[in-house]
Nanobody, 123 residues
Framework: VQLQASGGGYVQAGGFLRLSCVLS????????MGWFRQVPGKEREFVAG????????YYADSVNGRFTVARDNAKSMVYLQMNSLKPEDTAGYYC?????????????????WGQGTQVTVSS
């Protein structure tokens, strides 16, 4: 399984970005998909996730109401729409895939990871 994330960049506070992640090598619809972020010196933290059918989504409290996760199983892609960005959202963002019927917010629960894409929000 390979994951390729894209869409990061530099944006001013209050702006928006849309991250994309494509999965290849296995049937995309089998996987729970998650987005995580990490800043240097800190642990990787859960941001958002979506179940296989897209019927259930989960968000960290810090992004709830500002970020939206979605998936397109026909294209093997997952997206993270990030609105009202804040400087504290600055991080490397990673997409991850979990082969399970149970959702998890723990990075250890994910089997496969993308390379990350940097998001920088200026004040």
């Amino acid at each position: 399984v390979q994951l390729q994330a894209s869409g990061g960049g530099y944006v001013q506070a209050g702006g928006f970005l849309r991250l994309s992640c494509v999965l290849s090598g296995r049937p995309f619809g089998r996987y729970i998909m998650g987005w995580f972020r990490q800043v240097p010196g800190k642990e990787r933290e859960f941001v958002a996730g979506i179940t296989q059918s897209g019927g259930n989504t989960y968000y960290a409290d810090s992004v709830n109401g500002r970020f939206t996760v979605a998936r397109d199983n026909a294209k093997s892609m997952v997206y993270l729409q990030m609105n009202s960005l804040k400087p504290e959202d600055t991080a490397g963002y990673y997409c991850a895939a979990r082969l399970s019927v149970r959702f998890s917010v723990s990075p250890e629960g994910y089997n496969h990871w993308g390379q990350g894409t940097q998001v920088t929000v200026s004040s």
